[in-house]
């Protein structure tokens, strides 16, 4: 929410793609830029004065210790976190 436009609009959407299930966090924000998006889940990156960096870090690395992934897609003007469960609990996405 703190990043979206205003007003602001977060959508979360969960569906199925073949056999994973699928979460999207969507908001209506300006999303990121190419250059931080390549670096968004480094560890201690930020663009915040305040902030630690350890964010995105942090959910992607716990995403992947429970069999799933977290990822970040901008298409066609949409900003989207995404993560992918597997239903076998595999690596594959």
């Known amino acids: 929410v703190r990043h979206a436009a205003d007003p602001a609009l977060v959508t ?3 569906y199925q793609i073949g056999n ?4 999207d966090v969507i908001d209506n924000g300006p999303g ?8 968004i889940f480094e ?3 930020t663009t915040e004065s305040g902030g630690t960096g350890l964010g995105l870090y942090l959910a992607r ?16 003007k949409i900003s989207c976190f995404r993560i992918h469960f597997s239903k076998d609990g595999s690596a594959d996405y």
């Open 43 to 45: 560890p201690f990156y």
């Open 12 to 14: 979360i959407k969960a």
């Open 61 to 76: 690395t716990l995403c992947e210790i429970n069999h799933s992934k977290l990822s970040y897609l901008l298409d066609d």
């Open 32 to 39: 990121i830029s190419a250059e931080s998006a390549d670096k």
């Open 20 to 23: 994973n299930c699928v979460i």
